[in-house]
């Protein structure tokens, strides 16, 4: 009797813990590999030091209009996150977070959500059958070539905001620009049009006229 019953609790355990990962693991197919590649110290140095700094301040701007186009993406993002984000307060800190990272890379905070949607479908702790982690899918090799090496921090939100946006815009650079083959490189899809074109298309969905 005792050995069924531990064989129970240990049977009800794997049930929990299939259940769990199936929670974490991303839904859209589209998610894939960042592949690695080589990088030139210089490259691997700019990237370091793009990854590093403080937290990021609340915004200020120097112009009301800045701050009201601002305060209008925010309102309307916010109230379209809020099926995949019901706490307020975490949905706004996330919102803040990835509009600061994306205009820090000199990203569009629209293609940062569309690919977060394709990516993670929004979700703080994914985890791809590659290892891929967190919103943006960052594989754990970044960690190790332009981090400290610990794939742990790349489930804190503005780390891996900020890996994501800073590996994207490597890929802009290296592809001079061009938004489609880019977006492939960063899912390691390079040249065909799913990724990107998934991307591209849930990018309008957070489009916000402000």
């Not at 899918?137 to 804190?156: C, E, N, S, V, Y």
């Not at 490189?185 to 991307?199: D, K, Q």
């Amino acid at each position: 009797m005792a050995t069924a019953s531990t064989g129970g609790c240990l049977s009800s355990r794997r049930t929990a813990l299939i259940a769990a990962a199936a929670c974490v693991l991303p839904g859209p197919l589209l998610a894939g590999a960042q592949v690695e590649e080589p990088l030139a110290d210089s490259v691997r140095s700019a990237l370091s030091a793009a990854i590093a700094a403080d937290a990021p301040p609340k915004p200020s701007f120097a112009e009301m209009q800045e701050r009201l186009a601002y305060l209008r993406w925010l309102g309307a993002t916010s109230e379209r996150l809020k099926k995949r984000k019901s706490e307020a307060r975490t949905r706004i800190e996330f919102l803040e977070t990835l509009w600061y990272e994306a205009k820090r890379a000199g990203l569009e905070p629209a293609l940062v959500l569309g690919l977060i949607q394709v990516e993670s479908g929004f979700r703080k702790y994914a985890f791809s059958v590659v290892g891929a982690r967190g919103y943006m899918q960052i594989m754990p090799f970044w960690a190790r070539l332009i981090g400290d090496g610990d794939t742990a921090k790349l489930f804190h939100m503005q780390t891996n905001l900020r890996f994501g946006c800073v590996i994207l815009r490597h890929y802009l650079e290296r592809e001079r620009g061009d938004l489609f083959m880019a977006l492939g490189r960063y899912n390691g899809s390079r040249g065909r049009p799913e990724y990107p074109n998934a991307v591209l298309a849930s990018r309008q969905q957070w489009l916000v006229q402000t």
